[in-house]
């Protein structure tokens, strides 16, 4: 289905502010739980609550998988949506009920908040890529280039607000407050805009017309939003197969080379990044500002990978040759040990950066392959 300029422009938009809630979450959450868990609420800094966030997320997520075929994919994305909302709501209710204070009290409830995080983000993620896996690839790529602009979003908005309080009383506590009365708001549209505007769009109405026909069953809340009662049926006795769905077992037996290879990306990604650049990696002029450099460079050089794959001549398909790339990137390892100990920080940005570009081109490469088998 052709679509004119505008609606695509507008398209891209649109999926570019609904992936906003990445802001603060994933990835990013070094810039929240740990600079708050030891200024917000004056405890020591810890990643506890970063690793409570993943195995929720994790958990979830596999729960959604083995029953998406019963779900409907609106309720499932606004859930998300909204759970995201008033959990960042819960951790400025939370600073105002302890009045910034610290204690057992307040970590186990940062840990619960993480812990809903963790929950809405499998809603979102999940749902949103699934949605977009079934349109085509190209509407694939936009998304997850969002999720590395709003990524590089976080952390221009991580030095402006480190910037503006550096010198104040309480300045890192004003910026963390300011980040989370932002992502509210960002979360707030995001409901707003998945519940009224993306079912009226018209690329969204025709695939999901089209899921219906096949025989989808999760789509029919999304086709009523989009104001289309009557669903058009499909001739299935001429070909009782065609429209029969692939067990989960089949569709990871079909797809197990591409989920090896997203497990190897981020298990090399996420033990760099971001918890061992945000710790003091040597000697350095930039002082506190390193690790935020650091991090931001990461995010552009992911926005600039995971657009690389516009370019038709620079597309990467092989699975073998995917395989080959992905474990290569296991190098970066001794290549960041060895920087820490000899280098100077030019070096070490260099190599952060080249760890955001092929971890944002190959996740690229993987998730738009895989949906065509």
């Given at each position: 289905?052709?679509?004119?300029?505008?609606?695509?422009?507008?398209?891209?938009?649109?999926?570019?502010?609904?992936?906003?809630?990445?802001?603060?979450?994933?990835?990013?959450?070094?810039?929240?739980?740990?600079?708050?868990?030891?200024?917000?609420?004056?405890?020591?800094?810890?990643?506890?609550?970063?690793?409570?966030?993943?195995?929720?997320?994790?958990?979830?997520?596999?729960?959604?998988?083995?029953?998406?075929?019963?779900?409907?994919?609106?309720?499932?994305?606004?859930?998300?949506?909204?759970?995201?909302?008033?959990?960042?709501?819960?951790?400025?209710?939370?600073?105002?009920?302890?009045?910034?204070?610290?204690?057992?009290?307040?970590?186990?409830?940062?840990?619960?908040?993480?812990?809903?995080?963790?929950?809405a983000d499998a809603h979102v993620q999940g749902g949103m890529i699934g949605d977009l896996s079934y349109m085509q690839p190209e509407y694939l790529q936009s998304f997850l280039a969002d999720v590395a602009?709003?990524?590089?979003?976080?952390?221009?908005?991580?030095?402006?607000?480190?910037?503006?309080?550096?010198?104040?009383?309480?300045?890192?506590?004003?910026?963390?407050?300011?980040?989370?009365?932002?992502?509210?708001?960002?979360?707030?549209?995001?409901?707003?805009?998945?519940?009224?505007?993306?079912?009226?769009?018209?690329?969204?109405?025709?695939?999901?017309?089209?899921?219906?026909?096949?025989?989808?069953?999760?789509?029919?809340?999304?086709?009523?939003?989009?104001?289309?009662?009557?669903?058009?049926?499909?001739?299935?006795?001429?070909?009782?197969?065609?429209?029969?769905?692939?067990?989960?077992?089949?569709?990871?037996?079909?797809?197990?080379?591409?989920?090896?290879?997203?497990?190897?990306?981020?298990?090399?990604?996420?033990?760099?990044?971001?918890?061992?650049?945000?710790?003091?990696?040597?000697?350095?002029?930039?002082?506190?500002?390193?690790?935020?450099?650091?991090?931001?460079?990461?995010?552009?050089?992911?926005?600039?990978?995971?657009?690389?794959?516009?370019?038709?001549?620079?597309?990467?398909?092989?699975?073998?040759?995917?395989?080959?790339?992905?474990?290569?990137?296991?190098?970066?390892?001794?290549?960041?040990?060895?920087?820490?100990?000899?280098?100077?920080?030019g070096w070490m940005i260099m190599l952060t950066s080249l760890l955001g570009l092929t971890h944002g081109y190959l996740t690229v490469c993987v998730l738009t392959s895989a949906p065509k088998g």
């Amino acid at each position: 289905m052709s679509m004119g300029l505008l609606q695509i422009l507008f398209f891209s938009f649109l999926f570019l502010l609904l992936h906003e809630y990445n802001l603060f979450i994933g990835i990013n959450t070094y810039l929240l739980f740990d600079n708050i868990y030891f200024f917000f609420f004056n405890l020591c800094s810890d990643t506890t609550p970063t690793l409570v966030y993943q195995p929720f997320a994790f958990l979830k997520l596999a729960i959604l998988a083995c029953h998406e075929a019963k779900l409907t994919t609106r309720k499932r994305n606004l859930f998300g949506y909204v759970l995201f909302f008033i959990s960042f709501l819960l951790v400025l209710v939370l600073d105002l009920a302890t009045s910034g204070g610290g204690g057992l009290g307040t970590f186990i409830r940062i840990c619960v908040i993480s812990g809903l995080f963790g929950v809405a983000d499998a809603h979102v993620q999940g749902g949103m890529i699934g949605d977009l896996s079934y349109m085509q690839p190209e509407y694939l790529q936009s998304f997850l280039a969002d999720v590395a602009a709003s990524g590089t979003l976080t952390s221009v908005l991580r030095l402006i607000t480190k910037a503006a309080f550096e010198n104040s009383k309480n300045g890192l506590r004003k910026g963390a407050i300011l980040f989370f009365a932002i992502s509210a708001f960002f979360e707030l549209l995001c409901v707003i805009l998945y519940a009224y505007a993306v079912p009226k769009l018209p690329i969204v109405k025709y695939y999901r017309t089209k899921a219906a026909s096949e025989g989808s069953k999760t789509v029919s809340a999304d086709l009523a939003a989009g104001g289309i009662r009557a669903l058009p049926q499909r001739e299935v006795e001429e070909d009782p197969e065609q429209l029969e769905r692939l067990s989960n077992k089949e569709l990871l037996q079909r797809s197990v080379d591409y989920a090896f290879d997203l497990f190897l990306i981020y298990v090399l990604t996420l033990s760099i990044f971001p918890g061992f650049l945000s710790e003091d990696t040597g000697s350095h002029s930039l002082g506190s500002w390193y690790a935020l450099v650091l991090i931001a460079m990461y995010n552009v050089w992911d926005f600039i990978g995971r657009n690389i794959h516009l370019i038709e001549s620079l597309k990467l398909e092989s699975r073998k040759v995917l395989m080959l790339a992905i474990l290569s990137r296991f190098l970066l390892i001794p290549a960041f040990y060895f920087t820490v100990k000899y280098a100077d920080q030019g070096w070490m940005i260099m190599l952060t950066s080249l760890l955001g570009l092929t971890h944002g081109y190959l996740t690229v490469c993987v998730l738009t392959s895989a949906p065509k088998g």
